[in-house]
């Protein structure tokens, strides 16, 4: 028997409330539901057996005349986005709100959550209140920004998701205003990520003392010029206590082309690691995303002085610049 349509057997589920009881009990089940905000609302769905739906909400408009984001939507696009991509076909609801759409969903998906919401919409074509009863109350993993905003709208949004344990922003909007910057880099995330998908992307204006105030557990950097002096500076901070939650630390430096040991480790003890990694560590600590990882884990151990924890780093040399990979080994 092959798979079932997903898209056929999620629209049964709106016919009336005996078939959405019906699919409800069919317990289709989800890996993660995504949302992406541009010129229109996508869910993109993944179920258990790795099928992929996206529904995409917008205006009954051509695509290049779409301007605002609305709600309620007036068109939803089906999607089956897998080895074969297939647009499904469209669905309407008049009146249907964004936040029913997810809530009939979640019932008969078996999930309650967003695994990620990403806005990387044009400034002036979403006011941002109009988004408050779609995500308000809803358990929300991770905050991802792509697009450059200005400071002030930037900021609206990470008010709106003040529970987030995950921040992923491509661009720095407070280039001109450390001060801000510096109010998202003492949050207490699991994970931040101050990097772009694109090599032409960076972290602008990312110094020393940027790194020294982060509170996250888990935290990735693309920046430039950040140098082996200043590695060298952060490694005798954190010796001496500094970053305290910090379990993995991934900087890649752009315009810095070569390392040296002699400055990166001055006066720094350290021995090569030749111990095999623990996997248990490398399970909860390194891994991300689904093949996201440590690139390895041979390089120099350094020891904190404040409570003997260990640390690994790492460093490899590549036609971009040079990675810092930096893991504090956790005892149980």
């Known amino acids: 028997?092959?798979?079932?349509?997903?898209?056929?057997?999620?629209?049964?589920?709106?016919?009336?409330?005996?078939?959405?009881?019906?699919?409800?009990?069919?317990?289709?089940?989800?890996q993660s539901f995504h949302v992406h905000i541009e010129d229109s609302i996508e869910i993109s769905v993944r179920f258990t057996d790795h099928t992929d739906l996206t529904f995409e909400f917008y205006e009954d408009k051509p695509v290049e005349e779409r301007r605002m984001i609305i709600d309620p939507p007036e068109v939803v696009e089906v999607i089956h986005d897998g080895p074969v991509y297939r647009r499904e076909g469209y669905w309407q609801r008049p009146g249907y709100s964004m936040r029913q759409w997810v809530d009939h969903l979640f019932q008969v998906m078996h999930y309650s959550k967003f695994d990620e919401i990403c806005f990387n919409v044009v400034e002036d074509h979403l006011e941002l209140e109009t988004i408050d009863a779609f995500v308000n109350g809803i358990d929300i993993k991770a905050l991802n920004i792509t697009r450059t905003f200005s400071?002030?709208?930037?900021?609206?949004?990470?008010?709106?998701?003040?529970?987030?344990?995950?921040?992923?922003?491509s661009q720095n909007p407070f280039k001109l205003c450390p001060s801000e910057q510096q109010k998202i880099l003492i949050q207490n995330y699991d994970i931040l990520?101050?990097?772009?998908?694109?090599v032409d992307q960076i972290w602008e204006n990312f110094t020393l003392d940027d790194l020294l105030i982060i509170n996250s557990r888990r935290v990735l950097i693309t920046t430039e010029n950040f140098t082996n002096k200043n590695l060298n500076q952060f490694l005798k901070h954190w010796i001496k206590g500094s970053n305290p939650r910090l379990e993995f630390l991934h900087i890649q430096s752009r315009n810095v082309s070569m390392y040296d040991a002699e400055i990166a480790l001055k006066g720094i003890r350290h021995e090569e690691r030749k111990s095999p990694p623990r996997d248990k560590i490398l399970?909860?600590?390194?891994?991300?995303?689904?093949?996201?990882?440590?690139?390895?884990?041979?390089?120099?151990?350094?020891?904190?002085?404040?409570?003997?924890?260990?640390?690994?780093?790492?460093?490899?040399?590549?036609?971009?610049?040079?990675e810092f990979q930096f893991v504090v080994w956790h005892e149980d």
């Open 151 to 169: 400071p002030t709208y930037f900021l609206r949004i990470l008010q709106k998701f003040p529970s987030v344990k995950q921040l992923h922003v």
């Open 1 to 30: 028997m092959g798979q079932p349509n997903m898209s056929l057997t999620i629209s049964i589920s709106f016919c009336s409330k005996s078939t959405k009881s019906l699919i409800t009990s069919l317990h289709l089940h989800l």
């Open 193 to 198: 990520k101050l990097q772009s998908r694109r």
């Open 283 to 322: 399970d909860e600590c390194i891994q991300l995303d689904p093949g996201e990882q440590l690139n390895g884990v041979q390089g120099i151990d350094i020891r904190r002085g404040t409570d003997e924890s260990v640390a690994t780093l790492q460093v490899i040399d590549n036609k971009e610049g040079i």
